[in-house]
């Protein structure tokens, strides 16, 4: 998969030539990605990243916008936890295909998120960063290949 220069005013639907229809079901996470579809992609919250991400939905498109935004903030948070938009990044970056400058910027994320989250209060160190820490692993071990 190649990453591309993001055109923010264009939707997904627009970059991928794809119109879903409407949702057939009516989870969140269905009609949140159908919803988001339509969406000039300069418009998307970090909770639709994080949901798009999470889903390997327009990753070559989505995935730039989202380290973008985690250089602002390493601990930008969706709807559930700060981090959890990280997360999602992390489990994508791994099968993205980012270049080595886009690689290195994800590295000084994660050096950034984790002297953050050392600060953070320990009921969010317990609960949250376990899993966050797995995909820290998993993309390490992933990058060194």
Known sequence: MKLVNV???KTLE??????WGEPTLPSYVVTTCHRMRRKPLRELSTEELRVALGQRMGIRFLLPLALNQLQLDPLA???FYQGDLLKNVLTAATSAGLGEDRLRDLDAVVERFMDA???L????RETCLPGIAEAVEHYRAHRKK
Do not use: M, Y
């Open 7 to 9: 055109e923010v005013d």
């Open 14 to 19: 627009e970059l991928e030539g794809e119109n």
């Open 77 to 79: 948070q969706g709807d």
């Open 117 to 119: 989250a050392r600060r």
């Open 121 to 124: 209060d320990e009921t969010w």
